[in-house]
């Protein structure tokens, strides 16, 4: 797609400046109903001579200022704002496409004289700004080299002070896209199986059952990065990438400047040398979210020379924003049907208006028919990573630290059931705390409880989310094994320094898909998956952590840091075993590792001479 928006020419048009009809210029309006009102992106209003997707590096400044005031700086958050710093000093300059006079004759003058290089270096800065407009967290994770971990603290702490906004979107199965983009998870859920929320491009009917696809996206404040742009985030695939014959940027700009785009004339602003042979044609635009049929009807007109002039108001073109959320396809289909725009055979001159208050991106592919599959799915092995609401859910910085009741925080709670494909589970409980509860009584074992509890809260919340207590037992979950892993071996350290010495726990780990469903204020984990990572707990032994293979995944780092030692104490390994679990029909591998003492280094006595 880069290539092919490098190589546009296109030449800039306005209502005021369009030429009159004349004999070889026949100009024909389309007969659609235009909406009058502006459509605005994600809240954006257009600011008077400021460009769509320029910085303010000033303003980007002052929010870090007061990031290091709040976060001690680490060498990984350095390099992320660095990153997003560089980026927007690099392609977040005007290319243009502002009003730079008070005059609209004389800002419509400079748009013609500045065509071509302002469409290009436009398109450029579009194309260099898209790894942070929005930041996906994964994404930028393999850009610039730094932890997952690291940069989803740091984004964390930037919501806090306003620098990025948060916002959940489910991909589409089909296309890809974002579905929708909501600021937290109660609109997701199975609450009624019949309804599905609908993708505003492709139309597919997406039944979104899986916190795994639901993406989490964080967008820069305006006043640092200034985007008029919906960001639906629709690539094509390989397949349709080949069936492309123009495709051509229309930026949304104050005046309703947009660009004339000229078929088969034989013109420097030619964006398709021949005309467009009679049928159907496919378009879309992956940044608002649209798609929609070009017709090309008849026979060659007879005089070679005329050309067909068109008007066409990019609104017409994008769906309005009231179709997103839960509602059916029939619905969707009767609100906003595809829009067809029907041209003659022969020389066209299309002049693309911007009244949205989104970048537009003007492509046709064809020719058609090709069916809907074709044309909008997005193959799984083309796809971008994105970081999952799960992902969100089980990491540390959503946590409250300093409570014991740890419940979901408001823009987390889900409306309903949904699965994940994959979570780290962690049971703990203390050893023989009944034999306890018999020989201190009740008020001092349940004083020396409260205190483990603290101690695991503080691991835990460290490196993911405690989710619940039962009795004096703890359960936890964890974005990954790794982080699961090294969350256990600080509890067990602490608990061996902290407790007393015959105060002890037990913890079980084990990975897998679950159900998640809010329950009593938390998001709480259903299924096998938490059933055998109880049934762990159960064999490992005491100040001991047994985990099943599954936790692994491959990754035996954490692992194998943990077996190294730190500090006054060690771990020993537990070696590999089959676990027949209870209620599990199948043995369970398992590894692990057990606290122990590390042995006092004897001391050497020298002697000297006298």
């Known amino acids: 797609m880069t290539e092919s928006l490098s190589s546009i020419s296109t030449a800039p048009v306005s209502r005021s400046n369009k030429k009159q009809a004349s004999p070889n210029n026949k100009i024909k309006s389309i007969d659609v109903s235009f909406r009058q009102d502006r459509h605005v992106a994600r809240g954006q209003v257009m600011i008077d001579h400021r460009e769509s997707h320029t910085a303010n590096l ?9 990031m290091h005031t709040k976060n001690a700086s680490k ?40 065509a071509k290089k302002k469409s290009d270096a436009f398109v450029e800065k579009f194309i260099g700004l898209d790894l942070i407009n929005p930041i996906n967290p994964a994404t930028i994770a393999n850009a610039a080299n730094i932890p997952m971990a690291d940069i989803l603290t740091e984004l964390v702490q930037s919501t806090k002070i306003g620098l990025t906004t948060l916002r959940f979107a489910p991909i589409c199965k089909r296309c890809g896209g974002q579905v929708s983009q909501e600021a937290d998870l109660t609109h997701y859920g199975v609450r009624d199986h019949e309804e599905e929320i609908v993708c505003r491009m492709c139309c597919y009917a997406n039944h979104v059952s899986s916190m795994d696809q639901i993406g989490a ?12 742009a919906k960001n639906w985030g629709c690539y094509d695939s390989k397949r349709a990438s080949r069936d492309i014959l123009f495709y051509g940027a229309v930026p949304a700009n104050g005046l309703e400047v947009g660009c004339t785009y000229t078929i088969g004339c034989a ?57 997103t959320g839960v509602q059916s396809i029939r619905r969707l289909s009767s609100i906003h049907p595809t829009p067809i725009l029907t041209v003659p055979h022969g020389r066209l001159k299309l002049d693309i208006l911007p009244d949205t208050n989104s970048m537009f991106l003007f492509g046709i592919r064809g020719p058609h028919p090709v069916s809907d599959n074709d044309f909008f799915t997005l193959p799984e092995e083309e796809r971008s990573v994105y970081t999952s609401a799960c992902d969100i859910m089980n990491h540390p910085s959503f946590q409250n630290n300093s409570s014991v009741s740890k419940i979901t925080p408001d823009l987390l709670k889900l409306g309903g059931e949904l699965d ?50 039962v009795g ?40 897998g898909s679950a159900l998640v469903l809010p329950m009593n204020g938390i998001n709480d984990y259903f299924g096998q998956t938490v059933n ?79």
């Open 58 to 66: 000033e303003e980007f400044d002052n929010y870090m200022k007061q």
């Open 75 to 114: 060498e990984a958050n350095t390099k992320l704002w660095q990153y997003v710093r560089s980026t927007l000093e690099q392609h977040g300059q005007p290319a243009g496409f502002a009003p730079q006079q008070n005059n609209e004759e004389e800002d419509n003058a400079y748009f013609m004289a500045h």
């Open 217 to 228: 996206f964080f967008f820069l404040h305006p006043s640092v990065l200034y985007v008029l």
């Open 532 to 610: 055998r990572a109880a049934r762990i707990e159960g064999k490992a032994p005491p100040n001991g952590c047994l985990l099943s293979k599954d936790v692994l995944r491959n990754n035996t780092t954490a692992l194998n840091d943990i077996l190294a030692g730190s500090g006054n104490t060690e771990f020993e390994r537990i070696a590999p075993m089959q676990l027949d679990l209870k209620g599990i029909g199948e043995l369970t591998e398992a590894v692990g590792f057990q606290l122990v003492k590390k042995k006092p280094k004897k001391t050497q006595m020298i002697e000297y001479d006298c």
């Open 472 to 511: 004096d037992a703890v359960m936890a979950a964890f974005a990954s094994g790794e982080a699961a892993i090294q969350a256990a071996a600080q509890a067990l350290r602490v608990i061996q320094t902290e407790m007393p010495p015959d105060f002890q726990i037990r913890i079980g780990i084990h990975s």
């Open 420 to 469: 994940t494909g994959h979570v780290t589970l962690v049971f703990t409980d203390v050893v023989k705390s009944t034999d306890m509860y018999g020989k201190l009584g009740d008020w001092k074992a349940l004083s020396l409880v409260r205190q483990h509890f603290e101690i695991l809260f503080a691991a835990f919340s460290k490196w993911g989310r405690v989710v619940k207590t």
């Open 267 to 323: 013109s420097d602003t030619d964006i398709f040398e021949k005309t467009l042979a009679k049928g159907r044609y496919r378009g879309r635009c992956g940044v608002s979210g649209s798609n929609y049929i070009l017709e090309v009807q008849g026979d060659a007109p007879a005089d070679p020379n005329e050309i067909h002039h068109d008007e066409i108001k990019v609104s017409y073109l994008v769906p309005p924003e009231s179709v």
